[in-house]
């Protein structure tokens, strides 16, 4: 059987991807030429690499079509309800640092907790006519968060694809769900960080996708071992 990993092929997280698998000690090279999505392992016949952006690699960890990948792990939590029972986190990988944070205008004076916007959720439509709203590109995220874990059941989240924390200060959005590693973006649109709204601490994780076949395979085993061994 040959173990398939996908890495990233471009995007923030492509070099560092790649130096992690050389440091374990396998040497990736590209099949044909350099635009090739097909990769492989110098000497190794037995493992494929995939090359596909960081969100489709954690589509395909969860359909199974590659065995490991390099991406980061809110991409697999967004990807994937009940994430730990489908794929392993096999290691962290100590690049691609960004929170999953909620994050609302500065100058909701009393809004600092989730206890808090809970408060402002269940008065909205009394005070506004309308639910409160949350753009976000991460859905599963949001709602496991909002409802799952602090029980705000009133809400809707608008789909965001880009400058999300554009959306309170254009109008399209009350609040936010986003991603952030400096900070900076969220002082430049006047958002705060809720104290208890971090969701996710993500990085770059090797993950696998759990499968029958991979019990007492020895390519799945030394791969985890090399790479935790490469940190
Ligand atoms: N400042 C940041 N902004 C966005 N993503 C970041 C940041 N820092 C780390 N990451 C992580 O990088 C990953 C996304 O990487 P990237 O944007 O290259 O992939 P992608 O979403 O597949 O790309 P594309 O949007 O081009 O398809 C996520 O796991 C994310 O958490
Ligand atoms: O906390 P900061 O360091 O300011 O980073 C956070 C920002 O960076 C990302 O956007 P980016 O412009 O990289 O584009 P992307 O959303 O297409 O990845 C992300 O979506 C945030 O907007």
Redesign the pocket.
């Known amino acids: 059987m040959t173990i398939t990993i996908g890495l ?1 092929s ?4 492509k070099e560092d991807s790649s130096a992690i698998l050389a440091r374990a000690g396998f040497s990736v090279v590209a099949v044909g030429n350099d635009r090739s999505y097909r990769g492989r392992v110098e000497g190794r016949d037995d493992i494929e690499i995939a090359f596909l ?4 690699i954690s589509r395909e960890i969860a359909n199974g079509t590659v065995d490991f990948g390099v ?2 792990e ?2 697999v939590r967004e990807e994937l309800a009940e994430a730990d029972a489908r794929v392993e986190f096999c290691a962290r990988l100590g690049f ?3 929170d999953v944070v909620v994050a609302v205008p500065e100058i909701w004076l009393d809004v600092d907790t989730m206890a808090d916007l809970g408060d402002v959720a269940a008065d909205f439509r009394a005070r506004h006519g309308r639910r409160l709203t949350i753009a976000t590109k991460y859905w599963r995220l949001t709602q496991q968060f909002f409802s799952g874990n602090h029980g705000i059941q009133l809400y809707r989240i608008v789909e965001s694809l880009g400058a999300t924390e554009g959306a309170p200060a254009s109008g399209s959005a009350d609040i936010i769900v986003d ?1 952030t ?1 400096t900070g900076s973006t969220l002082v430049a649109n006047h958002l705060k960080i809720l104290s208890d709204g971090v969701i996710l601490k ?1 990085e770059a994780c090797l993950v696998r996708a759990r499968k029958p076949e991979h019990e007492g395979n020895p390519v799945v085993a030394e791969i985890i071992d090399a790479v935790r061994g490469a940190l």
């Open positions: 990233p471009k995007g923030r997280m952006s960081a969100s489709e991406t980061g809110d991409l691609g640092h960004a991603i590693s993500s």
